[in-house]
């Protein structure tokens, strides 16, 4: 695998001052390097991971289960976790190799492929154009709150084109329901009359960014429509990973169980309760979430571990689920009332993701999505980020550095 995938490319000023014209903040310049004061937190974790698996130009190594893959759940994931580390360099890094490979230098005009690496030829390069929403949504999400945080309006020029594609590709008009988001552009609507929905693409704190961002675009109705997909389709309180809705008339449907995909609940719905857990208490449908999810803590309360997988319409739980099952419902746990418990999940997990991390692994790929679940749950119970109730970050680094710009 070569080490460096593409020249790094740096786009030159007079493109900067048009995106600056593009993102509508007048008077603002790209903000000069990070001071002493503004270094990089000392997040062991989060930098014992990037230094072994994000390269120099910033592609996430070991996202994928194929072997030599990358996919942009990875680039995302890692994007956001930069950012809450205030490591502007890796920051930028990750986003151009992500713009320059998975959008193909053309942000304006396309999602990023989900898929990239050495494929059969050998040759490396995209292997699967078609976009996963939530990484789409989340990267949009890092650079609006990197353009704040650090002053770069690119990152919202960047974002807005992005997101202009999200809503023309992605955003469509369910019967009876209103504005939902796909997960992808292709292979989720079967003739207009059933569609795939995942509820662990679309987190209310960022779908609280994006409705600041845009006050007249649809992601107030895709926020509140969310809550309804998970209120009806979690009727033990467990969510699936995959959640149909169907046409019944011209202008009525219902949520169904995803006839393709069924009534799991696992890896992908795992991420549901970790959303929930970290969503601001003052968000108006906050309690109404936590209490549809309300399957998971009894469930704990009962046989204190997460299970693996769970069918959702009858609760039947089978297996134990790995480290980062239970560093994703650290927030969730504590949210619902249970704060010892949530503590004492909490140094076991951070225990065990600093043993998967000293520990070389005969199987990366399936290290990532622990460690990124251990990211994301330990480091919001250590404070290192939360969000506010319109979606923002609040990061620890934020007063010290004193360079966002209001919110």
């Known amino acids: 695998m070569p080490e460096l995938s593409f020249q790094f490319r740096r786009r030159s000023l007079v493109k900067a001052m048009a995106a600056l014209a593009l993102g509508g903040v007048a008077g603002v310049v790209e903000a000069a390097p990070a001071s002493s004061a503004c270094a990089v937190t000392d997040w062991p974790a989060w930098q014992a991971w990037a230094s072994g698996h994000v390269q120099p130009d910033g592609r996430v190594l070991h996202s994928s289960l194929l072997p030599n893959h990358t996919t942009s759940e990875g680039q995302s994931y890692n994007l956001l976790l930069a950012l809450i580390a205030n490591d502007a360099q890796r920051f930028e890094q990750i986003w151009s190799w992500t713009r320059d490979n998975m959008m193909g230098a053309d942000a304006a005009n396309r999602l990023p492929g989900w898929l990239w690496g050495q494929g059969a030829d050998g040759r490396w390069q995209l292997q699967d154009a078609n976009s996963a929403s939530d990484a789409d949504l989340w990267i949009v999400y890092a650079l609006l709150e990197g353009a704040r945080l650090w002053q770069r309006p690119t990152y919202r020029s960047d974002a807005r084109r992005l997101l202009d594609s999200i809503e023309a590709r992605l955003v469509v008009d369910l019967p009876g329901l209103g504005k939902m988001v796909l997960p992808g552009p292709q292979g989720f609507n079967q003739h207009n009359q059933v569609w795939t929905l995942n509820p662990s693409y679309l987190p209310l704190p960022l779908l609280r960014r994006l409705h600041k961002e845009r006050p007249k675009g649809p992601w107030q109705q895709i926020a509140s429509n969310t809550v309804r997909m998970i209120e009806a389709t979690s009727p033990k309180g467990f969510v699936a990973d995959w959640v149909g809705y169907k046409m019944t008339a011209v202008q009525a449907g219902q949520f169904m169980v995803d006839p393709a995909k ?105 290290l990532y999505y622990n460690v990124m679940l251990g990211l994301f749950g330990i480091g919001w119970a250590e404070k290192r980020y939360q969000f506010r109730d319109d979606g923002t970050l609040n990061l620890s680094w934020e007063k010290s550095c004193a360079r966002a710009v209001p919110r």
Do not use: N
């Not at 009858?314 to 949210?335: D, K, S």
């Not at 009332?337 to 005969?362: F, K, V």
């Open 262 to 366: 069924g009534e799991l609940g696992s890896y992908d719905a795992i991420r549901v309760y970790l959303w929930a857990g970290m969503t601001s208490p003052r968000d108006p449908d906050a309690a109404a979430l936590l209490a549809a999810l309300d399957g998971m803590r009894q469930r704990i309360l009962a046989t204190g571990a997460a299970p693996e997988k769970v069918a959702v319409t009858t609760g039947v739980a089978e297996g134990q689920g790995p480290f980062g099952f239970g560093a994703a419902l650290v927030p969730y746990l504590q949210a619902k009332g249970e704060t010892t418990l949530a503590a004492q999940w909490q140094a076991r997990a951070a225990q065990q993701l600093e043993s998967g991390l000293a520990q070389p692994s005969a199987q990366p790929e399936i």
